[in-house]
């Protein structure tokens, strides 16, 4: 874990900690450190591929499937954290490894090698072919190359083969491969005009698989009749196989009448250039659709934000926090999740008086941000119960991705943003040694277009801010949390772990002392 916190920690604490009990802002860093370091994706790879001496190998972890190693192992990735994945994959299949393409983001060994990480980098002379691309996050012409290479490989395999597919966050535009005769530029101008036009990540998804040669189980197709085993990381909220870089090894249903729905719902349908028109002529109808064994594929998820929840919960009981997991979907508008924490550390320190109050209104904001009722009734019960038999400091996790409603032109992500507004949520407890310290982070390590990956803020936030003539409001109303946590104390806020080399979404931190309490 050294790797990852040397970067979280702020070099200020790193000196005192000898001498003073470390601070809630200096915990809730470690329990971030500890959620990034748990979905590392040499760390996951490792916990889901173990070899059992020199011709089995195990997959997803202890009591998983066994697979027949033979020199019969090719592999394939795509996505950010492909890399790392790939990397580890081949230091423990060793010789029975024959050859692999991955397919990762433009510039990313460079990147690697800059910033030490050469933990994550292939071998000088590895069997892997790398292949940059998908420049920006945009699939191009070098990501479709590779994603050519991908198909013809898996194409080539028997049924003596065994198929290693690696999938982590950005693998979509990593593996862009149109189905002839369309061109890449007609499909992304088809699913951008969906986008702008206000379709869902469903229905986004549906017209991909439609248009793909390899999305929605088409790389596990052309592989057949090999075994496939496909090891994800997801970056998607409840971690759904088609979704995530629209599911390559997740066969589903692809039926015209569903396709034209969704094109002519958004206007797109009679505008839709000729070849689109022409493939969508192909599909069969609804009740002919058939689908495909799928016996010999292998889906697991090795990493998630649920994995990093769980790590962040063990650090936090290391560091003398109750620790709750709230939910690893939170999403909707940062406004109604940063009141959604102000309200449970309101309700955790309240009197039993309000608490009644409090509590349905969490409940009702909870519909409104992707948590489940029950699970807003477990976390309130747990702070009543903390509250009351004195258990001492509290550490709600949550986890998801949020979203910002764009007003202005600053720099900032939604994880900074949502660290300001809780930090104002906050305002009424007694700052700054009796007030919740609530951290944002994206184990990503960058939030929106900045160096920082979120912020870590108090009720002492608005104060603070006051006192340097920062108008906390006018900075939120221009979306520049950046400018405004860099100018707050020095920038001693930000968190900024640099080059996390994954991505499982963002993490939501909310420690409450025992001596917490309003005015």
């Given at each position: 874990?050294?790797?990852?916190?040397?970067?979280?920690?702020?070099?200020?604490?790193?000196?005192?900690?000898?001498?003073?009990?470390?601070?809630?802002?200096?915990?809730?860093?470690?329990?971030?450190?500890?959620?990034?370091?748990?979905?590392?994706?040499?760390?996951?790879?490792?916990?889901?591929?173990?070899?059992?001496?020199?011709?089995?190998?195990?997959?997803?972890?202890?009591?998983?499937?066994?697979?027949?190693?033979?020199?019969?192992?090719?592999?394939?990735?795509?996505?950010?954290?492909?890399?790392?994945?790939?990397?580890?994959?081949?230091?423990?299949?060793?010789?029975?490894?024959?050859?692999?393409?991955?397919?990762?983001?433009?510039?990313?060994?460079?990147?690697?090698?800059?910033?030490?990480?050469?933990?994550?980098?292939?071998?000088?002379?590895?069997?892997?072919?790398?292949?940059?691309?998908?420049?920006?996050?945009?699939?191009?012409?070098?990501?479709?190359?590779?994603?050519?290479?991908?198909?013809?490989?898996?194409?080539?395999?028997?049924?003596?083969?065994?198929?290693?597919?690696?999938?982590?966050?950005?693998?979509?535009?990593?593996?862009?491969?149109?189905?002839?005769?369309?061109?890449?530029?007609?499909?992304?101008?088809?699913?951008?005009?969906?986008?702008?036009?206000?379709?869902?990540?469903?229905?986004?998804?549906?017209?991909?698989?439609?248009?793909?040669?390899?999305?929605?189980?088409?790389?596990?197709?052309?592989?057949?009749?090999?075994?496939?085993?496909?090891?994800?990381?997801?970056?998607?909220?409840?971690?759904?196989?088609?979704?995530?870089?629209?599911?390559?090894?997740?066969?589903?249903?692809?039926?015209?009448?569903?396709?034209?729905?969704?094109?002519?719902?958004?206007?797109?349908?009679?505008?839709?250039?000729?070849?689109?028109?022409?493939?969508?002529?192909?599909?069969?109808?609804?009740?002919?659709?058939?689908?495909?064994?799928?016996?010999?594929?292998?889906?697991?998820?090795?990493?998630?934000?649920?994995?990093?929840?769980?790590?962040?919960?063990?650090?936090?009981?290391?560091?003398?926090?109750?620790?709750?997991v709230l939910s690893p979907g939170v999403c909707g508008d940062v406004?109604?999740?940063?009141?959604?924490?102000?309200?449970?550390?309101?309700?955790?320190?309240?009197?039993?008086?309000?608490?009644?109050?409090?509590?349905?209104?969490?409940?009702?904001?909870g519909l409104e941000v992707g948590v489940e009722t029950g699970d807003?009734?477990?976390?309130?019960?747990?702070?009543?119960?903390?509250?009351?038999?004195?258990?001492?400091?509290?550490?709600?996790?949550?986890?998801?991705?949020?979203?910002?409603?764009?007003?202005?032109?600053?720099?900032?992500?939604?994880?900074?943003?949502?660290?300001?507004?809780?930090?104002?949520?906050?305002?009424?407890?007694?700052?700054?040694?009796?007030?919740?310290?609530?951290?944002?982070?994206?184990?990503?390590?960058?939030?929106?277009?900045?160096?920082?990956?979120?912020?870590?803020?108090?009720?002492?936030?608005?104060?603070?801010?006051?006192?340097?003539?920062?108008?906390?409001?006018?900075?939120?109303?221009?979306?520049?949390?950046f400018t405004f946590f860099s100018r707050l104390s020095g920038g001693?806020?930000?968190?900024?772990?640099?080059?996390?080399?994954?991505?499982?979404?963002?993490?939501?931190?909310?420690?409450?002392?025992?001596?917490?309490?309003?005015?």
């Amino acid at each position: 874990m050294a790797r990852v916190l040397s970067l979280i920690r702020p070099q200020p604490f790193l000196a005192l900690l000898g001498r003073r009990k470390m601070s809630l802002d200096f915990r809730a860093r470690e329990v971030f450190a500890a959620a990034v370091e748990a979905v590392q994706p040499d760390i996951a790879i490792r916990q889901s591929l173990e070899r059992q001496g020199d011709s089995v190998v195990v997959v997803g972890g202890s009591g998983g499937r066994k697979f027949t190693l033979r020199n019969n192992v090719h592999v394939v990735g795509f996505g950010k954290a492909v890399l790392g994945m790939a990397t580890e994959a081949e230091r423990i299949l060793g010789d029975h490894l024959v050859g692999g393409v991955i397919s990762v983001p433009h510039g990313i060994q460079q990147t690697l090698r800059q910033h030490g990480k050469h933990h994550l980098l292939l071998k000088e002379r590895s069997c892997i072919q790398v292949m940059e691309g998908a420049q920006h996050n945009l699939p191009d012409a070098d990501s479709q190359k590779a994603a050519e290479c991908i198909a013809r490989l898996a194409s080539a395999l028997t049924e003596k083969d065994l198929l290693l597919v690696l999938i982590s966050g950005g693998g979509s535009a990593l593996l862009p491969t149109p189905i002839s005769p369309i061109t890449l530029q007609e499909k992304l101008d088809v699913t951008r005009k969906l986008a702008a036009a206000g379709a869902t990540i469903q229905e986004l998804n549906t017209v991909r698989r439609a248009l793909s040669v390899l999305k929605g189980g088409g790389l596990a197709q052309c592989a057949h009749p090999a075994q496939v085993v496909a090891l994800i990381l997801s970056d998607v909220i409840g971690d759904p196989l088609d979704l995530i870089a629209s599911g390559p090894t997740v066969r589903g249903p692809v039926c015209r009448e569903e396709v034209l729905a969704v094109l002519e719902q958004y206007g797109l349908l009679d505008s839709a250039p000729a070849s689109v028109k022409e493939v969508l002529g192909r599909l069969r109808p609804y009740q002919e659709t058939e689908t495909e064994e799928e016996g010999h594929v292998l889906n697991v998820v090795i990493g998630s934000n649920s994995v990093a929840l769980q790590h962040a919960s063990r650090r936090a009981l290391e560091l003398g926090f109750h620790p709750i997991v709230l939910s690893p979907g939170v999403c909707g508008d940062v406004r109604s999740v940063s009141r959604l924490y102000g309200l449970l550390a309101r309700f955790a320190c309240s009197c039993q008086e309000n608490s009644s109050e409090l509590a349905a209104e969490v409940l009702k904001l909870g519909l409104e941000v992707g948590v489940e009722t029950g699970d807003l009734y477990r976390v309130m019960q747990s702070l009543d119960q903390a509250r009351s038999q004195g258990r001492g400091a509290t550490c709600v996790l949550a986890g998801g991705e949020p979203t910002v409603e764009l007003s202005g032109e600053g720099r900032g992500g939604r994880n900074q943003e949502l660290a300001m507004r809780v930090g104002l949520e906050l305002r009424g407890f007694q700052p700054p040694l009796d007030s919740p310290v609530f951290l944002s982070g994206g184990t990503d390590g960058q939030d929106g277009p900045t160096e920082a990956a979120g912020a870590v803020t108090d009720a002492s936030l608005y104060g603070n801010a006051q006192k340097q003539d920062l108008d906390v409001v006018s900075f939120l109303k221009n979306n520049d949390s950046f400018t405004f946590f860099s100018r707050l104390s020095g920038g001693r806020n930000l968190v900024v772990p640099g080059l996390t080399c994954t991505n499982v979404m963002d993490v939501h931190i909310l420690l409450i002392p025992s001596s917490a309490k309003e005015d």
